[in-house]
């Protein structure tokens, strides 16, 4: 994937990105875990930005109601997410395949409950989302691995290296018995990979072949970087359709994780039914007034304040890319075709990644996410990095690291 194929114009949406915001004693998972004041955050998964102003100006409008009762989502947030979807991403689907949810790992909880027995497997692809891993085992059923396999990035993608799906391993994975759902992040988080219409029909294929049901998480599905496109699982063929279902959200693309509004969208009707069921039973389906408010808003007006996050976000990886280059180059980072997570591999140091992470936030107050909990390989060495901030946080953190790394180990 050239990085470079596609350029954004953001229009009136020239928001300043470069703005440090404090975030420290916000009540924040991001900024507040870190027990020490003064260490910089890049973990978990969401941004250092506000988000768009219609939709800050949309949730002011909704508090000045002063009447926070039990929500009833209108019609008119499903349809404002099925026209982005046609728009956005050429996928048409109906309002009625929508069902609510108050997050995506909610509503992955719901979606096996409704669809498996206790022992029955999942097939998911590490190095993954950790929250998959748990929530799977949660409900009583057993992950089963089909790991990604890494390659060399091709020339011009912006990476050291990248991963492939391994279809081979994949069919051996998929035709065991007791296998009941395919788990599939589309795009793939840690992995960066925005995965191909071609890469998603194997799989897909594969699935149908046997009888097995697809889920589809998309939650990252519009931080696509410029020249790379999302494809929906479910858009391929009306069997993948029917034998899928998607989780969509706006609160990665948008900023909004704190609002706890997620989509399960399902063109299967009995499925949808049985998923819609588990969520009531879980108490996970009901939505809070804010979050529809801000999503609909999102869709609805703000593609330009994403295509002008999705640019600053680009710029922060090239900036991750020639520092490691410059500084550490001993260190590999993967292709950033998605998502604003990047994946840097640092065997090289020879320190386990939770080591690493733990050593890094006490002696160089930098924290990132270990790849120990996304499933790396027993011989790996991970940190996953949240380039969602200002440039000159980003800029800061690498140098602390750069510094601990000269101080600490000879790279
Ligand atoms: C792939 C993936 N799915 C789900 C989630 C969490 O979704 P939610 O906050 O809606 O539960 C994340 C958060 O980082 C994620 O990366």
Avoid at 246 to 257: E, Q, R, V
Avoid at 372 to 397: H, Y
Wanted: aromatic share 10%.
């Amino acid at each position: 994937m050239n990085m470079n194929e596609e350029t954004i114009d953001p229009g009136i949406f020239s928001v300043d990105f470069d703005r440090q915001i404090p975030r420290r004693g916000t009540a924040s998972v991001k900024w507040d875990v870190p027990r020490e004041d003064g260490v910089l955050p890049l973990w978990v998964a969401d941004m250092d930005f506000r988000t768009a102003q219609p939709i800050i100006d949309a949730l002011r409008r909704r508090v000045e109601d002063g009447i926070y009762g039990y929500a009833l989502p209108p019609r008119t947030w499903r349809e404002s997410l099925v026209r982005w979807l046609s728009v956005r991403h050429g996928w048409t689907m109906s309002p009625d395949s929508v069902l609510g949810a108050i997050g995506v790992v909610p509503a992955l909880a719901a979606v096996v409950r409704a669809l498996c027995r206790p022992g029955d497997k999942v097939v998911v692809q590490p190095p993954v989302y950790g929250c998959f891993f748990t929530t799977i085992r949660n409900q009583g059923c057993e992950v089963l691995e089909s790991p990604l396999r890494r390659v060399s990035a091709p020339d011009g993608a912006g990476g050291d290296f990248t991963y492939e799906m391994d279809f081979d391993d994949l069919e051996r994975k998929i035709a065991q018995p007791g296998v009941r759902l395919f788990l599939l992040c589309n795009p793939h988080n840690p992995a960066g990979r925005s995965w191909t219409a071609d890469e998603l029909r194997r799989a897909g294929d594969i699935c149908r072949r046997n009888g097995v049901f697809v889920v589809s998480d998309e939650i990252h599905a519009d931080l696509q970087m410029p020249g790379s496109r999302h494809v929906p699982f479910a858009s391929l063929s009306d069997s993948f359709r029917d034998g899928s279902l998607s989780f969509w959200s706006a609160s990665k693309a948008f900023n909004l994780a704190g609002l706890q509004t997620a989509e399960v969208v399902c063109a299967n009707s009995s499925v949808r039914e049985l998923v819609g069921k588990s969520l009531e039973t879980n108490g996970t389906g009901g939505l809070n007034p804010f979050g529809f408010v801000a999503s609909s808003v999102a869709w609805d007006e703000c593609a330009g304040w994403l295509d002008a996050v999705r640019s600053y976000i680009k710029g922060n990886y090239i900036v991750l890319c020639d520092f490691l280059r410059a500084r550490l180059p001993r260190l590999r980072v993967a292709t950033l075709e998605a998502t604003y997570l990047a994946w840097v591999d640092t065997s090289a140091l020879g320190i386990p990644s939770e080591t690493l992470v733990a050593r890094l936030e006490r002696e160089a107050k930098v924290l990132f996410s270990p790849g120990k909990i996304f499933g790396e390989a027993r011989d790996e060495a991970f940190l996953r990095v949240n380039l969602a901030c200002p440039r000159a946080t980003l800029a800061e953190a690498l140098e602390r690291v750069a510094a601990w790394c000269d101080a600490a180990v000879r790279t």
